[in-house]
Nanobody
Framework: VQLVESGGGSVQPGGSLTLSCTGS????????MSWYHQAPGKERELVAR???????TYRDSVKGRFTISRDDAKKTVILQMNSLRPEDTAVYYC?????????WGQGTQVTVSS
């Protein structure tokens, strides 16, 4: 199993970023996929999740600003982040639980600062 993330960077408050995670080594279309973030000195937290049938859930702080989606043909899960705030600054990780094993991408840094 491999998860490869891309799309992080630095933006000003109010800006947008799109994160992508491409998976391999598992049946992508059958998998629920998640994005987590981890700020310095804090625990890793769930940001958004999308099930195999497209049902989505979000942590309260990102509702209305972030959108998670999936493209099963490209084996990719996308996190569209709008109206970014300084408190969104963190390393963002793609996550998969597959056959009771927990898999993580390498992480991509998102920095929101003026």
């Amino acid at each position: 199993v491999q998860l490869v993330e891309s799309g992080g960077g630095s933006v000003q408050p109010g800006g947008s970023l799109t994160l992508s995670c491409t998976g391999s080594g598992f049946t992508f279309s059958s998998a629920a996929m998640s994005w987590y973030h981890q700020a310095p000195g804090k625990e890793r937290e769930l940001v958004a999740r999308i099930t195999a049938d497209g049902t989505t859930t979000y942590r309260d702080s990102v509702k209305g600003r972030f959108t998670i989606s999936r493209d099963d043909a490209k084996k990719t899960v996308i996190l569209q982040m709008n109206s970014l705030r300084p408190e969104d600054t963190a390393v963002y990780y793609c996550n998969l639980v597959w056959w009771w094993n927990n898999y993580w991408g390498q992480g991509t840094q998102v920095t929101v600062s003026s």
